[in-house]
C-alpha cells in the first residue's frame, strides 16, 4: 500500500487528480477540504516526482499561495 495522496497537514479527502506538465516539471492538480473549507473542496496544485525505482512522490498536500 503505497498511496501518492493523503490525509496531511491538516487537509483531508484529497483526490480525483490530474498531471500538469511545464518546464520539465510534472505538477499534481486535486482537490481536498481544511478546517477553514469545511466542506467545501479546495484545489491544490503540487510538484509531482517520480523517482528512479519509479515511486511518485508529491510535495504536498501544501497551504501556502
Same mark, same amino acid.
Given at each position: 500500500?503505497?498511496? !501518492? $495522496? *493523503?490525509? #496531511?497537514?491538516?487537509?483531508?479527502? /484529497?483526490?480525483?487528480?490530474? =498531471?500538469?506538465? &511545464?518546464? +520539465?516539471? !510534472?505538477?499534481?492538480?486535486?482537490? +481536498? %477540504? /481544511?478546517?477553514?473549507?469545511?466542506?467545501? %473542496?479546495?484545489?491544490?496544485? &503540487? #510538484? =509531482? #516526482?517520480? =523517482?528512479?525505482? +519509479? %515511486? $511518485? !512522490? !508529491?510535495? +504536498?498536500?501544501? =497551504?501556502? *499561495?
Amino acid at each position: 500500500y503505497n498511496p !501518492i $495522496l *493523503q490525509k #496531511e497537514g491538516g487537509v483531508t479527502g /484529497t483526490g480525483h487528480n490530474s =498531471l500538469l506538465f &511545464d518546464k +520539465g516539471k !510534472i505538477y499534481a492538480v486535486y482537490h +481536498g %477540504r /481544511t478546517a477553514k473549507t469545511g466542506h467545501k %473542496r479546495m484545489v491544490f496544485i &503540487d #510538484e =509531482l #516526482e517520480i =523517482l528512479k525505482n +519509479g %515511486r $511518485l !512522490i !508529491i510535495s +504536498g498536500p501544501t =497551504l501556502k *499561495q
